[in-house]
């Protein structure tokens, strides 16, 4: 457990003295800003085209950020050395990928709480601002995303040799995933009977963290219609008690499972030396 808070702290400094985490920052908080003060009219509450837009700003910016701080802090290591040095003390696969994670994850997560912090009170200002119920779904919208998405950074991180292969695989993952999961899913189930259709449904939306996360938010924001009726029955069950308890279990699911399957793959990796 040393081991890896030693690694986690390692990580927020490294990570908040990266240019690109500030640059992120920086291009968070001006587009939020942008689209709050052009869309929004006073205080906005729910889903409606203000907050509908904010989330796709969250998620085309986030996923992307997301993969590619992760995934280079781990291919850093092998491509500066680092790693060799490391392995070299009596440390565990586990607590070097599970200090990555929570050092990535507290220097993504401030830079997002600062970009809403900000966003939050100049629009106060201005007089056009979300209510407290919406931000908080934000924030939620965003650290699911964030968490989620550094687990999958953490295997492209393994399986890459350098940023350039971590780049590609990152950006392939996030076109996939944001940019042509729609039309993709939309094939795919087209060639499936009838009766198939919605299990598939299922599988591949829990498969899909970005889709997992923005079903949720816009349920809680009570956009859920806009889904159409046959989705809306099926993630019903968000606006249960138990609902936001199950979200989390399946969250934490997926985490474990990525940070699992990228422990396998660097250790394979340090067996080979």
């Known amino acids: 457990m040393s081991h890896a808070i030693h690694v986690a702290l390692r990580e927020v400094k490294i990570g908040f003295r990266n240019p690109w985490a500030y640059s992120f920052m920086a291009l ?17 509450r729910g889903y409606s085209a203000a907050t509908g ?8 910016l986030l996923p992307l950020m997301t993969l590619l701080l992760g995934s280079f802090s781990l291919t850093a290591e092998k491509e500066e050395g680092s790693w060799q040095l490391l392995s070299t003390y009596p440390m565990s696969t586990f607590s070097f990928i599970s200090g990555k994670y929570a050092g990535l994850a507290v220097v993504l997560l401030t830079i997002v709480a600062f970009g809403f912090g900000v966003t939050g009170l100049l629009g106060a200002i201005a007089g056009q601002s979300f209510d407290a119920g919406t931000y908080a779904l934000f924030l939620v919208f965003s650290a699911g995303l964030i968490l989620l998405f550094l687990a999958v950074a953490l295997g492209i991180g393994t399986i890459a040799g350098n940023r350039w292969q971590a780049l590609t695989y990152a950006v392939a993952i996030w076109f996939f995933a944001i940019i042509g999961w729609q039309a993709l899913l939309i094939a795919g189930l087209g060639m499936l009977p009838y009766m198939w259709i919605k299990p598939a449904v299922t599988v591949l ?40 308890w199950a979200f989390v279990g399946i969250c934490l699911v997926w985490i474990v499972i990525s940070i699992g399957l990228a422990n396998q793959i660097w250790e394979r990796g340090r067996a080979r030396g």
Request: proline residues 5%; hydrophobic residues 55%; without cysteine.
């Open 28 to 44: 968070f908080t001006v587009f939020s800003l942008a689209l709050l003060l052009i869309q929004a009219q006073n205080v906005v």
């Open 53 to 60: 837009t904010m989330l796709s700003l969250i998620l085309y």
């Open 205 to 244: 939306t829990f498969l899909n963290p970005a889709e997992l996360v923005r079903l949720f938010v816009v349920v809680k924001l009570g956009g859920g219609a806009v889904l159409g009726p046959e989705y809306y029955n099926w993630v019903q069950w968000i606006r249960e008690p138990s609902g936001t």
